[in-house]
């Protein structure tokens, strides 16, 4: 017998759960993270290519990665043609790869579903598109619920944002990209249900009266909103739904840009055009690791002799050269995350050369995400407006997804709605548990 | 943004929160403990900078280093002058010895040559022991690290170790003890150490197949402090073998019920962890580093030889796994335990150990032939004399 599962691909976390007709079972797809019902969407690929996904990806990634050798050769990358007036030559041109590289960690696959201009990237002899990665990731995905069911699955019903992008044509493209993906990874069956849609299946299970609800799933990637009727089958109804590219993510991006970049020489470095376009590339997960060229090594090698910012500048060595990025940006989304309990916390990171130490507030995260609370007000206003209803005509608002948990949003829904309406759910496995309630639909 | 402006920012979250500002004093107050810990670890440096301490222990460390050198070129030669210098190295370079070892930590040497057949033999009762002696092939200017039981390691130069006379039959009383081991310990192995400036990593495997390996630069740590470890988890678990290799090698053990587990070094652990589950009665009997072009060497108590193409070892990727078994369950039935593992080629020379105590040396190739090894006895141990060591 082959069954049908719910699959949130999610941009910092995915989940598989499976629903019989009375209960939803969230699949415990990886036994090594903290919550083995949540996989970390992040994929390892070695320069054998073998892929590994979650946490098992982390901890190959930390130990093949962290503090190893380099060693850079030059390497033909192709040929450009120049023309002038008069005069047409062709020009090799060279790249400089490091050979000891043993893997690739790819995160935000989701992101790179909607993200304009990417198409795709070269790992070592080969080259992956976008699909390829999320085919990668959702077979090994597959392959790990069909372990713990001990049966093949034949179907899935993925979860997507209400818009993976402002443009209809991109929107589009990223679904059927994901589609494509995951038949490839061998489902024969693939639907979609909109994410806040599947949060609000899930809520529905423990209501027992119609009631208006919205929903509220504020992710790593995306903020998307639905306002419905809820509470009977027969009746279940999708007033207004909305959506915008404001997450988690941002956020991050947010702090590394006001708080951590002064760590690193921003501020103190000016008139090294090459030193700062590796200081405004580290808060872009992509772009970092591509700066880790012999030539750059040189230039930091000689901002430091010089006695520019030396401390800083060798913190940017470490954080490049020590394969550190990783570390970092899971350092500061913790801190982040820390701020949704506390008033203070501390991001550090220490290594070698590097010694970031950081005391952040809950006021000045606030701060610095402030111009992000305007948007996302207006988004819930718009799409309430859309509904045709009024903020006293709702019943319940429902927060999930890891971003709904910051208090700045908690106090912006209480204001407009009232606290006693506020409702909490499964930070990150209302969304799977609702589409595996759809899959059996 | 300056210091003040971010204690400004600090105030204001106190203001807005004051349950905050406990927390924030508390994160501070933490961050100046630690600093203040830095502080005096820097002042404790720079004392120690002033005073000299410091400069002794690069003085150490270059001594170190110059040590491995002396070891490297004794290992590949050097110039004329440089075999002027290091006469006991010159004086041994051609020969080779073959090691008789017990855990009691006694050490027959016996030089051997390409043609010798019948080195001698070992009479003793101790033979009959459960742990039975070991073989090892080594040159005469080798080093020899010695590793027991408790994790404590020697080392000794092989010239040191008086060589017993060729063709004879020797009693452990007479055996060399270049270590004795301490109270409530055993020597484990011996292993040559000449390969060490050279590799990356010691690889220890533990009876119980407890697999660790610790980084080769230590080694000037861990010979200094001459201790690297049991290399266990369970408190019975001893020590078995250590080797040296790369990043880039596999490694491979096999148990007296015949169970083979190849391993990926690079994957490898650096703390002790159990990479296979074994029954109540097994437990590691040989481990070696297989390489491509070489064949994987099995022998059984009663002289019945298994081979294995290296390249056909599959890797392990479980913590537990149970390994490939080397015989069906109906033959460990009847008795058959294995004894001895290698990776050899056709022109090394195999060194076997019967329970008569004879010591006889066969060419490999005519082993893998026949699939069998002539004893008087049953086999105890095998031991490997690689073809460019006795050339």
Same mark, same amino acid.
């Given at each position: ?108 696959? !989701? ?184 030539? +750059?090594?040189?230039?930091?090698? !000689? ?18 050269? +020590? ?62 407006? !859309? ?55 | ?28 107050? !933490? ?109 005469? +200017? ?30 452990? +009383? ?218």
């Amino acid at each position: 017998m082959s069954i049908k599962v719910g699959i949130d691909f999610g941009t910092s976390n995915s989940g598989v759960a499976v629903y019989d007709g009375q209960r939803v079972r969230l699949l415990p797809v990886d036994p090594k993270n903290v919550i083995p019902e949540v996989i970390k969407t992040v994929l390892y690929i070695t320069r054998d290519y073998r892929p590994s996904i979650g946490q098992e990806a982390v901890e190959h990634y930390y130990r093949d990665n962290v503090n190893r050798q380099r060693r850079f050769v030059k390497q033909w990358a192709g040929e450009i043609d120049v023309y002038g007036a008069d005069m047409h030559y062709v020009r090799d041109i060279y790249v400089y790869v490091d050979e000891l590289k043993p893997g690739r960690l790819l995160q935000y696959l !989701k992101t790179a579903l909607r993200k304009e201009g990417y198409e795709g990237t070269q790992i070592f002899e080969r080259y992956y598109t976008v699909s390829d990665l999320a085919q990668t990731y959702l077979s090994l995905l597959k392959k790990r619920a069909e372990d713990v069911l001990g049966e093949p699955i034949h179907a899935v019903t993925l979860g997507r944002p209400v818009k993976f992008s402002e443009s209809p044509e991109r929107d589009h493209k990223a679904q059927e990209t994901l589609r494509h993906a995951a038949h490839e990874a061998g489902f024969k069956e693939v639907d979609f249900e909109l994410e806040p849609i599947a949060a609000a299946l899930d809520y529905e299970q423990s209501i027992h009266e119609p009631q208006n609800v919205v929903i509220f799933d504020f992710g790593g990637g995306t903020l998307d909103i639905a306002v419905m009727r809820l509470g009977d089958p027969n009746q279940r109804q999708v007033y207004a739904s909305g959506g915008v590219d404001i997450a988690g993510s941002d956020f991050d991006r947010a702090i590394i840009e006001k708080r951590m970049l002064s760590h690193f020489g921003y501020g103190q470095v000016k008139y090294h055009p090459e030193i700062m376009e590796m200081i405004h590339a580290i808060p872009d997960w992509m772009a970092l690791p591509e700066m880790g060229t012999p030539i +750059n090594k040189n230039i930091l090698d !000689k901002a430091v002799h010089a006695g520019t910012a030396p401390i800083q500048l060798k913190a940017l060595q470490g954080l490049i050269y +020590n394969d550190l990025a990783f570390t970092f940006y899971n350092r500061v989304e913790a801190g982040k995350i820390a701020l949704s309990n506390n008033g203070a916390t501390i991001i550090s990171l220490e290594d070698k050369e590097v010694a970031l130490w950081e005391l952040y507030t809950r006021h000045q995260f606030e701060t610095d995400i402030d111009h992000y609370l305007v948007d996302v007000e207006k988004v819930l206003l718009e799409t309430i407006a !859309k509904s045709g209803l009024e903020p006293g005509a709702i019943d319940a608002v429902v927060k999930t997804g890891g971003s709904s948990n910051i208090p700045l949003f908690t106090e912006m829904l209480t204001r407009i709605f009232g606290a006693e309406k506020v409702k909490e759910s499964n930070t990150f496995t209302s969304v799977v548990a609702g589409l595996a309630i759809k899959a059996k639909m | 943004m300056s210091f003040s402006q971010k204690i400004d920012e600090w105030m204001k979250e106190a203001e807005a929160r004051p349950e905050s500002a406990v927390m924030i004093v508390k994160l501070v107050a !933490k961050r100046l403990r630690d600093l203040t810990e830095r502080n005096e670890e820097l002042l404790t440096e720079n004392i120690a900078l002033q005073n000299g301490t410091r400069v002794e222990e690069y003085q150490k460390r270059i001594a170190h280093l110059e040590y491995q050198l002396d070891l490297l070129k004794r290992r590949f030669g050097g110039d004329e002058s440089l075999l002027a210098e290091l006469p006991t190295a010159s004086a041994a370079t051609s020969t080779l010895s073959l090691l008789v070892y017990n855990n009691y930590g006694r050490v027959f040497r016996i030089e051997i040559d390409a043609d010798i057949e019948v080195p001698g033999r070992v009479v003793d009762e101790t033979l009959q022991s459960s742990e039975q002696p070991r073989l090892l092939a080594v040159p005469s +200017n080798e080093e020899v690290l010695l590793l027991f039981t408790s994790g404590r390691v020697s080392t000794c130069a092989v010239s040191n170790i008086p060589a017993v006379e060729c063709g004879g039959a020797w009693s452990w +009383n007479e055996a060399a003890l270049p270590d004795e081991p301490r109270a409530g310990e055993f020597l484990a192995c011996v292993m040559p150490i000449s390969r060490l400036p050279l590799s990356e990593f010691f690889l220890q495997v533990s009876r119980r197949g407890c697999v660790k390996k610790t980084l080769s630069s230590m080694a000037q740590s861990v010979l200094g402090n001459h201790y690297l470890g049991k290399g266990t988890l369970q408190k019975l678990d001893q020590p078995f073998d250590v080797t040296l290799c790369m990043k880039k090698d596999l490694f491979a053990f096999v148990t007296i019920e015949g169970k083979l587990l190849g391993l990926d070094v690079n994957e490898l652990s650096y703390s002790a962890e159990d990479r296979i589950k074994l029954t109540a009665s097994d437990y590691v009997i040989a481990s070696f580093v297989p390489n491509a072009d070489e064949s994987m060497l099995f022998v059984t108590q009663t002289g019945k030889v298994i081979q294995r193409e290296s390249s056909s070892l599959e890797l392990s990727k479980s913590s537990l796994a149970k390994g490939l078994a080397l015989i069906p369950p109906s033959r460990l039935e009847q008795g058959v335990r294995f004894v001895g593992a290698a990776s050899v080629r056709n022109e090394d020379r195999i060194a076997v150990l019967d329970s008569k105590g004879s010591i006889n040396i066969h060419r490999a190739e005519s082993i893998l032939g026949a699939g069998s090894v002539e004893a008087d006895g049953l086999i105890l141990s095998i031991g490997v004399i690689p073809a460019e060591a006795a050339s």
